[in-house]
């Protein structure tokens, strides 16, 4: 009889409290399995943001570097874009690494701009409106400071791609890059 007074207190049967874990039970694997079955259909779109082969393989370029003479320039294509690669002299190092800052529009130590001094790496694209500067190939004119000059508007770049005359408002951009070993590096 105490069981009867006591489901008649609180209002709830026995079979009602013996259905309570089951109740529970099969809430929590339905909520479970619906979570599971939006993760399975929502994977698609989440796994289509992601960047295509093609476009994973154009983000970085590796350039061998023992080819390249001292003195001598080449330029290289990274993400579409021209890459100037340049084996400086002692010259070329000394020549930017006395510029005073106050000179410069866009002031950026020569230390700054380089990892190893010898090698100087820099996106080729003017910064005034987007055209190749000359001085990649012997015979071009390098401009007023050794380094790169923009033919279309007359922008002078010196040997670190700092901008030093015209209408250029910024430096020649440094890309990311890292020297795998001595003679070699990734761009990207």
């Keep these: 009889m105490s069981d009867t007074s006591d489901t008649a207190s609180t ?28 993760g399975m259909a929502a994977w698609p779109f989440i796994y289509s943001i992601n960047p295509a082969k093609d476009v994973l393989a154009l983000s970085s370029t590796e350039v061998d570097l023992s080819a390249i003479e001292e003195g001598q320039a080449i330029t290289v294509m990274w993400r579409g874009k021209p890459v100037f690669i340049r084996h400086r002299t002692e010259d070329d190092i000394a020549s930017a690494a006395s510029v005073d800052l106050s000179e410069l529009r866009d002031p950026e130590t020569d230390k700054e701009r380089v990892k190893k ?72």
């Design 11 to 38: 209002g709830t049967t026995a079979d009602e409290i013996e259905s309570a874990p089951r109740r529970d039970f099969l809430l929590i694997s339905t909520t479970t399995l619906g979570l599971a079955g939006v």
């Design 117 to 188: 001094p010898k090698w100087l790496i820099a996106i080729g694209i003017c910064t005034h409106l987007g055209c190749i500067p000359s001085g990649q190939k012997l015979g071009d004119k390098k401009g007023d400071f050794g380094g790169w000059f923009c033919p279309c508007h007359g922008s002078h770049y010196d040997t670190s791609g700092r901008i030093r005359k015209g209408p250029a408002p910024f430096n020649l951009p440094v890309p990311e890059h890292a020297f795998t070993d001595e003679t070699s590096i990734l761009i990207g």
